[in-house]
């Protein structure tokens, strides 16, 4: 989903283009300045605030979206890093013919 900020830059960056073009379209009809100004924003800020709620609305349209934030993430299971086995060291030591319990003097 995208900021109410985002969307307000889009429709005013919308309006702009669509602006000059009325003003084009109301000079070529009425050949006067004064009335193609109040036509162009009249007709901009009607829009503007049209199109603001229009795509707030789609917004919460769920068909035909493919978010990110409704598919389901992979579950990352964390085993741990590998401990050495407090063993290890005890096998080998087996392994080689060495002893590695302490040595004790037999009792006198």
Same mark, same amino acid.
């Given at each position: ?9 889009? /429709? ?32 901009? =800020? ?9 795509? %707030?609305?789609?917004?919460? =349209?769920?068909?035909? %979206?493919?978010?990110?934030?409704? /598919?389901?993430?992979? =579950? ?11 063993? /290890? ?20």
């Amino acid at each position: 989903m995208e900021t109410h900020w985002r969307t307000w830059v889009r /429709a005013i960056s919308w309006r702009l283009v669509a602006f000059i073009l009325t003003l084009v379209i109301a000079f070529i009809v009425t050949d006067d300045i004064k009335e193609t100004l109040e036509i162009g924003l009249l007709d901009s =800020v009607l829009k503007l605030v049209a199109h603001y709620i229009h795509d %707030r609305l789609w917004f919460k =349209v769920k068909w035909g %979206r493919h978010d990110s934030h409704s /598919a389901v993430a992979p =579950v990352i299971v964390d085993e741990g890093v590998p401990k050495e086995d407090p063993d /290890a060291e005890t096998k080998e030591a087996t392994d080689e013919g060495l002893s590695t319990t302490p040595s004790q003097d037999p009792p006198s």
